[in-house]
């Protein structure tokens, strides 16, 4: 049995000056309505904080393990690892 997801939250309106309602009016894609450039925009800035946070964390971590085995490694070393990782996977996608 599938159940069918529907909206029953609310986000509430906003006033903006008539010149970035003009602007949002014309940048709607055909069959757009705001609400669903709206939806979408928050949608996309939430992953986005989500996603900043689970960074942070992850670099806070690393940070607390540097410090704890005095651990670290430089710029020029992070570089060419990352080079080596993109190249290897260049060369992956080619063959």
Do not use: W
């Not at 909206?7 to 006033?15: E, G, H, L």
């Not at 709206?38 to 996603?51: C, K, L, N, P, T």
């Not at 540097?66 to 992956?92: F, G, I, R």
């Amino acid at each position: 049995m599938t159940t069918k997801l529907t909206k029953t939250a609310r986000i509430p309106a906003i006033r903006v000056n008539p010149a970035f309602r003009q602007a949002l009016d014309e940048s709607l894609k055909q069959g757009e309505s705001i609400s669903d450039f709206v939806e979408e925009a928050i949608r996309i800035r939430v992953e986005r904080r989500i996603e900043d946070e689970a960074f942070l964390q992850r670099a806070l971590v690393s940070r607390d393990k540097a410090l704890k085995t005095n651990s670290y490694h430089s710029a020029e070393e992070v570089h060419c690892t990352l080079k080596d990782m993109l190249q290897k996977a260049k060369n992956q996608s080619k063959g």
